[in-house]
């Protein structure tokens, strides 16, 4: 049976120092806002709960501001950091090799949502206990696998035990 | 003279920014309506524009001018800003 691990909301975002989403609200529901030319990204911190143990898959529910046709793509990234790593967090960032969504149709409405499952495939050794981000971009700048205009408003992601 | 490639992109970049982007078209439609009016503008739509102006306003007035009124008049028949 499939166990949410967590829950990854708008407002517990952290973002970069540069080219990252913004934090706004549409209708009052809070959202990111990336954009549909700049690849743009956001982390979650988290530490990794207790009983972690089966394959990862983060599932993102997102909407589109505009676009009514196209495709969108999602990449995922995962840093997870164990006690004792040598790591040095003042200077580095270890995420593993991003995980893609592919390309991913909108849907027909603007303001409707689409939910997309993204397999953690490369979860960077994740076990329990260990402190992890997530970075999640949109991959706006493949002309190939992004082709949907306007901004996408991600409203939430979910990461998942298979 | 067309706009440069990069200015072209400017516009579309801006355009997507905007809440009344058009979303039943893909990325690469939206640049390729950009590229087309730029050369029709260039081709056609100037000199059109130009000569719709009378005369002696056509010769007094700067292109300039008579460019913020052309975005003036489809500003206001079109209601976009």
């Known amino acids: 049976m499939a ?91 270890s995420f593993d090799t991003v995980n893609a969504s592919g390309a991913t149709a909108v849907p027909g409405t603007a303001g409707y949502i689409d939910q997309v499952s993204v397999t953690l495939t490369n979860a960077d050794s994740i076990s329990a206990g260990d402190l992890i981000r997530i970075s999640i971009s949109r991959d706006a700048d493949d002309a190939t696998n992004d082709t949907a205009t306007g ?7 979910e990461l998942r035990e298979a | 003279m067309t706009l440069t490639t990069e200015q072209r992109r400017a516009i579309f970049v801006d355009v997507m920014r905007t809440t009344d982007c058009p979303g039943g ?29 009378p005369q002696p306003q056509r010769g007094i007035l700067t292109t300039k001018q008579k460019a913020r009124l052309f975005m003036a008049l489809l500003s206001a028949r079109y209601e976009v800003t």
């Not at chain 1, 990854?8 to 609200?25: C, D, I, K, V, W």
């Not at chain 1, 990862?56 to 950091?81: D, K, R």
């Not at chain 1, 901004?151 to 992601?157: I, P, Q, S, V």
């Open chain 2, 25 to 53: 078209i893909t990325k690469s439609q939206l640049l390729d309506v950009v590229n087309a009016l730029d050369d029709w503008w260039e081709a056609t739509g100037a000199a059109a524009a130009n000569a719709a102006i």
């Open chain 1, 151 to 157: 901004d996408l408003y991600l409203l939430a992601a």
């Open chain 1, 3 to 93: 166990t949410t691990r967590t829950a990854l909301t708008p407002f517990s975002a952290e973002f970069p120092s540069s080219n990252f989403p913004g934090l706004t609200t549409i209708n009052a529901r809070p959202v990111l806002a990336y954009d549909a030319s700049t690849q743009e990204t956001a982390y979650w911190t988290l530490v990794a709960p207790q009983g972690l143990t089966g394959a990862l898959s983060c599932i993102v529910t997102y909407m589109m501001a505009s676009a009514t046709s196209g495709n969108i793509e999602f990449e995922i990234a995962v840093e997870a950091i164990t006690d004792a790593d040598a790591t040095d967090l003042d200077a580095t960032t």
